[in-house]
């Protein structure tokens, strides 16, 4: 590959440790300034998304995590309802379209068949409806870049690793930037509340490298899921899609059973799977669901599940029999989903290492999927 690994051993770790730079890459020219503008979209953005009343993302696999957390942001901080459908679903679904939509497709490559066509689509349902195209892409010159009105890159880099890692939080980096925009144009956002946003977009590299430090620390719960066959993530609120992000790369590169869960969904079914053989990974930040998560955590203790937190300092969760917990610093707030998304990424390339399956290309599974 023309890509070095210089001191790395594998294309996913180098990859994992380039997340600080290359978001402050996708970030230059938004953090760096005073105030925000839709032409950070493209020139026509400053007339079209005043119109815009509603929103609808398509993607696939990690680029569709990343609309699923986009979504609470949208929605919490611009105000504008949002629609997060699965390409391969969406493109044979009879949907009802609305009028103004922005309809958003998120992609690393801006390549894959499915998300080509959803957007496809989604024009022709669209037709006469004053719909807005806009591709978040990682490829400058990609089908999607091209057949979209407006474009916002993720300036990540070259990707190798089948994967993802610094393509999704590059990805969560500019849809927290369209929200801002968004809720700017709506009226939504105080000029001293775009001033602290850009304060914590500017902090944010610094604090994924932070996080990133880690690594020493999760070592050890990698040995330890190393001969497990299954594995519960769970998390709440706009913690459950990474969750779901969290379950998929263990799944892509370790092949053990992943499965993520809305934590309040316990209850309603997998419950009944846990038991001391089932590890338990619970994000557990310092927001308004923290509570609810605890008492969720302890239904999963009850049953002797055994609980790996990632849990933010200033939640108190403390280390006891059967709970295991690394500490994240205090809560980040709305950004606290792309710090929660890298203890993640290296549990599972540690645990990839232990059971010595091949990282960066795991079997049955393609970087850019081009065909349907
Ligand atoms: C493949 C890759 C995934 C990726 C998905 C969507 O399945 O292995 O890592 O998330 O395609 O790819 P895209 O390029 O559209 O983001």
Same mark, same amino acid.
């Given at each position: ?12 770790q180098?990859?994992?440790? =380039? ?5 402050? !890459? ?12 839709p032409? +950070?979209?493209? $020139? /026509? ?8 009343? !509603?929103?609808?993302? #398509?993607?696939?696999?990690?680029? %569709?995590?990343?609309g699923?957390v ?8 611009? @105000?504008?309802?949002? !629609?997060?459908?699965?390409? /391969? ?5 009879? /949907? ?19 998300? *080509? ?12 409806l ?15 870049t091209?057949? /979209?009105?407006?474009?916002? #890159? ?5 990707? *190798? ?5 610094k ?7 500019s ?6 925009? &968004? ?11 775009? $001033?602290? %946003?850009?304060?914590? +977009?500017?902090?944010l ?20 899921? $190393? ?22 790369k263990?799944?892509?590169?370790? %092949? *053990?059973h992943?499965?993520?869960? $809305?934590?309040? =969904? +316990?209850?309603?079914?997998p ?20 509570e ?6 302890? =239904? ?6 055994? &609980? ?37 990424? +290296? ?5 990839? #290492?232990?059971? @010595? ?14 065909v349907?």
């Open positions: 590959d023309a890509v070095s690994l210089g001191l790395f051993d594998h294309y996913m180098k990859e994992t440790f =380039e997340q600080p730079e290359v978001v402050a !890459n996708t970030l230059e020219m938004v953090s760096g300034a005073q105030s925000i503008s032409q +950070l979209f493209g $020139a /026509s953005a400053l007339e079209l998304f005043p119109k815009i009343t !509603n929103i609808l993302i #398509l993607a696939c696999g990690t680029s %569709y995590h990343a699923m986009a979504r609470y942001w949208l929605e919490d901080v611009a @105000g504008i309802p949002v !629609n997060v459908e699965i390409a /391969s679903e969406y493109r044979y679904r009879k /949907s009802v379209a609305q009028s103004n939509t922005l309809i958003i497709t998120i992609s690393q490559s801006g390549e894959t068949a499915d998300t *080509i066509a959803a957007l496809q689509h989604a024009k022709e349902l669209h037709n006469g004053s719909a807005v195209t806009l591709s978040i892409c990682n490829a400058p010159e990609s089908a999607l091209r057949q /979209s009105q407006l474009k916002f #890159l993720t300036r990540a880099g070259p990707e *190798i690793g089948v994967a993802s890692t393509a999704f939080t590059t990805q969560l980096s849809l927290f930037v369209l929200t801002l925009v &968004l809720a700017k144009v709506n009226g939504h956002l105080s000029v001293a509340q775009e $001033a602290d %946003y850009l304060k914590q +977009l500017r902090h590299p610094a604090a994924m490298q932070q996080v990133l430090l880690l690594e020493d620390q999760i070592k050890p719960w990698a040995k330890a899921f $190393a001969d497990k066959d299954h594995a519960l993530f769970l998390g709440r609120g706009i913690h459950w899609p990474v969750a779901m992000e969290g379950a998929l263990l799944k892509e590169i370790t %092949y *053990i992943a499965e993520s869960y $809305a934590a309040g =969904e +316990l209850k309603h079914g419950l009944a799977l846990v038991d001391e053989k089932m590890p338990v990974i619970a994000i557990a930040p310092n927001d308004g669901l923290i609810k998560l605890k008492s969720n955590l302890q =239904e999963v203790r009850a049953r002797s599940g055994e &609980l790996y937190i990632f849990a933010d300092r200033d939640t108190q969760i403390e280390t006891g029999e059967g709970v295991h917990v690394i500490n994240l610093p205090d809560h980040a707030g709305l950004l606290s989903p792309i710090l929660h998304t890298l203890p993640l990424q +290296l549990l599972s390339y540690h645990t990839a #290492l232990e059971r @010595g399956t091949d990282v960066d290309k795991p079997r049955n599974l393609a970087k850019s999927v081009t349907e």
